[in-house]
């Protein structure tokens, strides 16, 4: 068996971080921090962070083939250079909708960027409902949108075959699976595999790993669970020293470490006393799985 470790490694105190990627060529961790408006870079050698302020709240980071990240700024697809700091606009979404916002983003294994949209929220999960959609930015620079009447867009990942793409609508407490067909870009016949129970809270950010199991950060649970998305059980349980866990993504040597991003927003100071962590980046090693590179943005 092994033995679980799970260790802040950055103390941030993100106001709600989200979006981890690991980027294997400079050996770091990226993510977001919605709403600081801010991408970072972990440099997991070094321990360095490098953090870029955008203009506008930022909810998820990706690769990208030809350099640079793509990010999802406000309701806007951006391509973003780290070097000089500049974004370009790719393409935008919703602009009939005033509140929208991008959530949660991935890029899928032919090299769309799949992100969906969400009311702005008031307070966390307090927000207008059937707002959001689901769209994907397509190496072309078109934008395809799948459908809408979205609460909370958020966890997002595809099988080991490219089969089936995985997505979470927060508010309906349940992980979704679709069939995808990566030569178009096309999913069809939506189902539940897994419905949470009352205290895993809100299933927020997934991934999976490389034996197709689905790995999902429960905000407010304050723990990471992996489901067999083809029993529609859960396997196991990992809970983490703070609560609004938020995502989870495989990094590190051979992808064989998990880190979890987490919120601080939304907590009473008595809370933060209980839960200093609230807003770090977690590391948890031995687990004894492991995930896959991301892929990256072709466009
Ligand atoms: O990160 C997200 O997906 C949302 O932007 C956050 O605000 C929270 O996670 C959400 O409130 C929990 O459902
Ligand atoms: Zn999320």
Redesign the pocket.
């Known amino acids: 068996m092994s033995s679980i470790k799970i260790e802040c490694v950055l103390p941030e105190h993100c106001r709600?971080g989200?979006s981890p990627v690991w980027e294997e060529a400079s050996n770091s961790l990226l993510f977001v921090d919605?709403p600081a408006k801010r991408v970072c870079q972990w440099d997991s050698l070094t321990k360095q962070v490098q953090r870029v302020t955008m203009d506008a709240p930022v909810?998820s980071v990706a690769l990208r083939q030809s350099g640079g990240y793509v990010v999802t700024i406000g309701t806007k697809f951006c391509a973003l250079n780290w070097k000089n700091q500049s974004v370009v606009v790719l393409a935008s979404v919703d602009q009939d909708k005033k509140n929208n916002r991008f959530?949660?983003g991935k890029v899928d294994p032919a090299g769309r960027y799949f992100a969906g949209t969400?009311a702005e929220?008031t307070a966390?999960?307090v927000?207008e409902r059937h707002q959001g959609a689901l769209y994907s930015l397509f190496p072309d620079h078109h934008v395809k949108k799948y459908f809408d009447q979205v609460d909370?867009?958020?966890g997002l990942d595809w099988s080991m075959d490219h089969k089936i793409f995985y997505y979470i609508d927060?508010?309906s407490y349940s992980v979704d699976a679709f069939d995808y067909d990566l030569q178009t870009g096309k999913i069809s016949n939506r189902r539940s595999v897994y419905k949470l129970e009352k205290d895993e809270q809100?299933p927020?950010?997934m991934c999976i790993d490389t034996e197709g199991k689905l790995w999902v950060a429960c905000?407010?649970g304050g723990r990471v669970i992996r489901l067999d998305p083809v029993t529609g059980k859960r396997l196991q349980t990992v809970k983490l020293p703070v609560d609004?866990t938020?995502?989870c993504c495989f990094g590190g040597k051979d992808y064989s470490e998990m880190y979890v991003t987490c919120?601080r927003?939304?907590i009473d100071p008595q809370g933060l006393l209980k839960q200093p962590e609230a807003g770090g980046i977690f590391k948890i090693t031995g687990l004894g799985v492991k995930g896959i590179a991301p892929y990256p943005y072709a466009g």
């Open positions: 709600c989200e919605i909810s959530n949660d969400m929220e966390p999960a927000l909370i867009s958020n927060s508010l809100i927020d950010g905000y407010n609004k938020t995502s919120a927003d939304g």
